[in-house]
């Protein structure tokens, strides 16, 4: 859309400079110095060009760009003036210029170079004013290039602010949508914990209910496993996949005790590296024959997952001394 309205624009504005173009060479009545009066024109179309065309890459216009075209807003009028005589001046071939320099000013102010735009309506009226005076000048035309300045100014700020609105919308709907993707996620996910903890203790509670709650060893066993399996999902899932969740399981069949605990060490990780710190994790619990172990992973600039071994079940002093000390960096 920037690049239609630009296109337009430049349309209008080159074809307003022809206008004036045209109607500074139509000569009646005649100057006393044509060739000034080529001179100028000649000028005024590089610079209007310059102006319009340069830098097609960038909105905002080359100072050098914009002091050129302030430059031309006393020299085309001045050159305009010397080339008719006194009593022609007032004439619409000469005063071609007020409106061409409007039209100068109108593509400062729209490629955001505020201040020399009014600039050079201030040169422009200087100018009028030394060579036709008060009256006449704001007869042939400078009030219509004030006003059209004016309005070209406003135009372009609302434009700037309609289009700052508009980016913070398109920010705000980025982030309502990403909201909602992560809500998305979070339900699936919850969705998938729900499933998994009917599959684990389903045929647990189903046998307890049928049984009266008479359990043999082995399903007593089951059902501790079971429930060791359902809090290691809800207290530290993000370290869980089926190496760890088999290590641990072992780890507990031959009467460790194993406690899970996730922090958030994982956060701002990559898959890969995820994936790494599971399978070292897994190995970890797997090599271990600590008698209670606690897998800890906290928010640390180094450190993702800690795994502590204890002799003992705590009980003691001596019995509860550390036997595995390990940490996963976050880093490979």
Known sequence: MNRTVRGVATSLAIGFGMYFAA???VWNPRPDAPVLTVIAVAVYLAVLSTAILGAPSAVRMPLWS????LLAAVAVP????????????TATVVTWYIGGIGLLGIVLVVRRRFVLAWLLLVALAGVSLVFLGLEKALAS???GSTMWILVAQLLVLFWDRAVNDTERLAEIQQAVSAWHATQLVRQRERRLRTQFALAVAGPVLSRTVASHGVLTDEERLEARL??????????????????????IEAA???GASVTVFDEGGLDGIDEARRAEIRDELAGVVAGAHAGRLIIRSARDDRT????????????????DAVDVWHEIPREA
């Open 252 to 254: 507990r069949r031959r």
């Open 304 to 319: 993702a997952v800690t795994v502590v071994g204890r002799v003992g079940s705590g009980s003691s002093r001596d019995d």
């Open 78 to 89: 001045v050159m305009v003036n010397l080339s008719f005589p006194e009593s022609a001046r």
């Open 23 to 25: 109607t500074a060479m």
């Open 66 to 69: 914009a002091l050129l075209a």
């Open 226 to 247: 079971a429930e060791g399996r359902l809090r290691d999902e809800l207290r530290g899932a993000d370290l869980l996949n089926d190496a760890v969740r088999d290590a």
């Open 141 to 143: 035309g400078l009030v």
